[in-house]
């Protein structure tokens, strides 16, 4: 498991992902799609283990390093 995301990457990930956690958590229990909120663990978590699966299958490599 090579990394694959780079750092702008990275940071635009964790605060996507955090924001998405966060209406899931912090929305009124009225909104009944909140669970999309849930969605936000998936950038959280390719961002602190520096790889994501579609960047693999897309070709695609935003870190510096391994270019």
Do not use: E, Q
Not at 4 to 27: E, Q, S
Not at 35 to 51: D, K, M, Q, R, S
Request: proline share 6%; hydrophobic share 60%.
């Amino acid at each position: 498991m090579n990394a694959n995301v780079g750092g702008i990457d990275k940071i635009l990930r964790i605060v996507v992902g955090l924001a998405l956690i966060a209406f899931a958590l912090l929305a009124p229990a009225t909104i009944s799609w909140k669970w999309v909120g849930w969605i936000g663990v998936v950038p959280l978590a390719t961002a602190l283990l520096g790889f994501c699966p579609a960047y693999t299958l897309l070709g695609v490599n935003t870190c510096p390093m391994k270019k």
